[in-house]
């Protein structure tokens, strides 16, 4: 589905500029795994209402859903002011406002965003080998680099924090109920299942990489390396172009030649 914006017509695209450089080689890093799902299967119900990720198979579409997500996106395009160098044709330096006589020629939150996802942020996903990778393609190999890694700190940062959130309010769930049950079988699952979260929460707390561990971080291509576009190959295909397209009108003169002699 496409979102209109106040400057463009829904199905209108913003104009954008070929990359000349980007991060070279991309970032690859590998999402991690649950460990506590044999406790929670072994405890049954008691620990899903106690916010025990029975499968732990959700983290890896959580942690890459929000790589992709429009709003990690929009985030870091305010936070690294990424709109004035999006737009730069646009944009006055010297005065830091846009240099535009309608107001309806200010790119929006939405240009950006759709120039960011459609140009600079590519994210794949290799199931057999359970990797995933982000790379960044910007003319500014340096803030490629960064932006790359910014955005995996990112997700590690948010899933961590709202992983130990859940923590912190499952053992309090816990902590009630061993208070209002006096069955020994019961208390001691209840026990462990305590003890099981809080050395999670020690894990997520200290754990830097907690949704992705980082294989290769991005790095900067060097500075007289072409990464894109590719200048050679665009050469290659319009001398290639160009010579089917002679090739082609002369056979059309041979054939109209031919045509009236005969």
């Known amino acids: 589905s496409s979102i ?4 463009s017509p829904a199905n209108e695209r913003p ?7 980007s991060s070279d080689p991309p970032a690859f890093f590998q999402p991690m795994r649950g460990g506590l799902g044999r406790l929670a299967g072994q405890l049954g119900g008691l620990a899903s209402l106690a916010g025990i990720d ?3 198979s959700g983290g890896k579409e959580q942690a890459v ?10 985030e870091l395009i305010t936070r690294q002011k990424m709109m004035p160098l999006f737009f730069a044709s646009r944009w006055d330096a010297a005065t830091g406002q846009w240099k535009v006589d309608d107001p309806d020629d200010v790119p929006t939150m939405m240009d950006a965003y759709l120039f960011f996802d459609k140009r600079v942020r590519t994210v794949i996903e290799d199931r057999d080998r359970n990797l995933v990778t982000l790379r960044i393609e910007w003319k500014d190999p340096v803030v490629a680099a960064r932006w790359a890694n910014i955005m995996v700190g990112e997700v590690n940062s948010r899933l961590r924090d709202r992983r130990i959130a859940e923590l912190n309010a499952s053992v309090g769930y816990l902590q009630k109920q ?11 699952s209840i026990f462990r299942l305590i003890e099981a979260r809080i050395n999670e929460r020690v894990v997520a707390s200290t754990r ?5 561990r980082v294989i290769h971080p991005a790095q900067p291509s060097d500075l007289d390396r072409q990464v894109s576009p590719q200048l050679g190959l665009y050469i290659a295909m319009g001398f290639v172009l160009g010579f089917a397209l002679v090739f082609t009108g002369v ?9 009236k002699g005969a």
Do not use: N
């Open 178 to 188: 061993l208070e209002e049950t006096q069955l020994v079988e019961l208390r001691q």
């Open 15 to 21: 104009r954008f500029r070929p990359l000349p450089r």
């Open 4 to 7: 209109s914006t106040k400057r």
């Open 54 to 56: 029975i499968g732990g």
């Open 65 to 74: 859903a929000i790589l992709k997500s429009r709003h990690m996106a929009e």
């Open 251 to 259: 056979l059309l003169r041979e054939y109209r030649s031919s045509a």
């Open 208 to 212: 830097a990489d907690y949704a992705f």
